[in-house]
């Protein structure tokens, strides 16, 4: 009777929100207004991007100032995704999202002060604190809230929120300032902020995380072992991306000199769109294959190809629908390297750390984009806008040539201790038994 005991409680049938809940993350706890969060974040953060520095030219400011808006905006948050972690293991997730969705959204409310210096890079710090803040409890947050087996698409469902919001958000700025002004759109960017704060408030209350006991054997495998190559992975991509927001649009002029410029806007929505769509597609292969990192290599060349078809459709002076093809080639491999690089960090590092890979995420995708804006635009003082992105597909493939090494040389430099690996392999999916084949199963011996 024990045996028949056994089998009725570990081999009944599942009831269809238990299977649901195994199978689809959208049932997860507490996700739906995470992803609320992620695209109010966005949002504000993509709609007063480059409404700051057009505000301050059109006060009479030099350019200098407007790129510094931006740039001390960035540093800020750069700075804080470093301590967020401890932040994170502090106070925990509800409060750090609370308090730093407020700090993104109320401050632009002090843009409408005027664009004077200190009132200026004031208030973009000071919203720089809180997107930092917030875009690493975000990432973070999913891999605590979602089963392990679902992590790949709930990433992936996170790539979408963002990529959408920025779609939405950035061409909405410039085209509401026209109608309403300046002041409006700065109302209307803290307003969304702000929405990030409630959603943040309806998040389940996650304690802060604890360091997990380790066996008395357990090897301690320092983190940037652990982390450095989808990190780098991430950056070297990453920095094209710099290249491609800041110069595109100036130098899709070479190719249509009266709508270079506005149909350079249009290539940077369709980079979006593809954006979304192969980040959630990395993602169900993550959950289907069981690990992340298997379609990372093919996605670096497909990105590498892209920018390469820019430098090419420039420098030959091809038809402009002929971008449309490298931006999508390359936000293509854009999006799945965002997806496959954190999937890999929260994969490699102990559950309990999944606020640092966050971080280091997020610090390499912000570094990567500010090292690539910086640095290319240096670069244009001395090449034209075609070598330019053939240099930047270069860039590319030295993430790639490091993802290879680590592929060949680096498998077993991973230690499986308490890490996502570990639990995944763990976890069995549920089985589905035919007809009759429950009852002819035998007892469990010992049972």
Not at 97 to 120: E, I, K, N, R, W
Not at 123 to 143: D, K, M, N, P, Y
Request: overall charge positive.
């Amino acid at each position: 009777m024990a045996g028949a005991r056994w089998i009725t409680r570990s081999r009944a049938p599942l009831t269809s929100s238990e299977v649901e809940a195994l199978t689809n993350p959208w049932r997860a706890r507490g996700l739906l207004p995470v992803l609320v969060a992620v695209g109010a974040a966005f949002g504000a953060w993509a709609m007063l991007l480059p409404v700051v520095p057009t505000a301050v030219l059109d006060a009479g400011h030099s350019e200098t100032l407007a790129g510094l808006s931006t740039g001390v905006f960035m540093l800020a948050t750069v700075l804080t995704q470093i301590f967020t972690p401890w932040l994170l293991r502090t106070v925990g997730y509800r409060r750090v999202m609370a308090v730093s969705s407020l700090l993104l959204g109320a401050p632009a409310f002090g843009y409408m002060l005027g664009m004077d210096q200190t009132v200026l890079l004031t208030v973009s710090a000071i919203r720089g604190v809180g997107f930092g803040a917030l875009s690493v409890a975000e990432a973070a947050i999913i891999a605590e809230l979602v089963p392990l087996r679902l992590l790949g698409r709930a990433t992936g469902a996170l790539g979408l929120v963002v990529g959408a919001a920025q779609m939405v958000a950035l061409p909405l700025g410039l085209a509401l300032v026209d109608v309403l002004g300046y002041n409006a759109v700065y109302a209307i960017g803290a307003g969304v902020g702000l929405i990030a704060l409630v959603a943040s408030l309806l998040i389940p209350s996650i304690p802060p995380p604890e360091a997990e006991p380790q066996a008395a054997n357990a090897v301690h495998v320092p983190t940037w072992h652990l982390v450095l190559v989808p990190a780098l992975a991430l950056m070297f991509v990453t920095t094209a991306y710099g290249a491609i927001t800041n110069f595109l649009p100036a130098s899709m002029r070479e190719l249509d000199p009266v709508r270079g410029a506005a149909l350079g806007g249009v290539m940077l929505g369709v980079l979006n769109l593809a954006v979304m769509i192969s980040r959630y597609y990395a993602g169900r292969v993550m959950d289907r294959k069981g690990q992340p990192g298997t379609v990372l290599i093919p996605f670096q060349v497909c990105a590498a190809v892209g920018v390469l078809m820019m430098a090419v459709i420039l420098a030959l002076q091809l038809p402009v629908w002929t971008m449309v093809i490298a931006v999508f080639f390359y936000g293509a491999g854009f999006g799945a390297a965002q997806n496959e690089s954190l999937t890999l960090m929260f994969y490699r590092l102990p559950r309990n750390r999944a606020s640092q890979a966050s971080a280091i995420w997020n610090i390499a995708f912000d570094g990567g984009t500010g090292i690539g804006s910086t640095f290319y635009g240096m670069v244009l003082t001395t090449m034209a806008f075609a070598p330019m992105f053939g240099l930047a597909s270069g860039v590319i493939l030295l993430g790639l040539g490091v993802t290879l090494l680590d592929r060949q040389l680096g498998r077993h430099r991973v230690v499986e201790v308490n890490n996502l690996a570990v639990r995944l392999k763990s976890v069995q999916p549920p089985r589905r038994y035919k007809a009759g084949e429950r009852a002819a199963r035998p007892p469990r011996p010992g049972r």
